[in-house]
């Protein structure tokens, strides 16, 4: 499976970005996602997770309330609300086997997209 993110950027604090994942035709229709991130120095960790059909979602502590996953049959999308300085790191979208806010079961990374957020 091949994954592109895209929409990142330099935002405000308090301001919103809207992360999308692309992947080719029908290659995640029936596969559990997440998006992790990876602060400078640190270990990639994670952020939100979305089974198969979009019904379940789960958010590390940090994000939740803030930020919204979605996905429809070829994309991915983190939705990231009244973002922090905390929140600058390196997002990557990636399928997992099960649902699940493990980083180790995460597989096939797309390439991350850089999230600034200015105080």
């Known amino acids: 499976v091949q994954l592109a993110e895209s929409g990142g950027g330099l935002v405000q604090a308090g301001g919103s970005l809207r992360l999308s994942c692309s992947a080719s035709?029908?290659?995640?229709?029936?596969?559990?996602m997440g998006w992790l991130r990876e602060h400078p120095g640190k270990e990639r960790e994670f952020v939100a997770a979305?089974?198969?059909?979009?019904?379940f979602t789960r958010y590390a502590d940090s994000v939740k309330v803030r930020f919204t996953v979605s996905r429809d049959n070829d994309h991915l999308y983190l939705q990231m609300n009244n973002l922090t300085p905390e929140d600058t790191a390196v997002y990557y979208c990636?399928?997992?086997?099960?649902?699940?806010?493990?980083?180790?079961?995460?597989?096939?990374w797309g390439q991350g997209t850089q999230v600034t957020v200015s105080s």
């Open positions: 990636a399928t997992a086997p099960v649902f699940s806010t493990s980083t180790r079961l995460y597989e096939s």
């Open positions: 035709e029908g290659t995640i229709k029936n596969t559990a």
């Open positions: 979305i089974n198969w059909s979009g019904s």
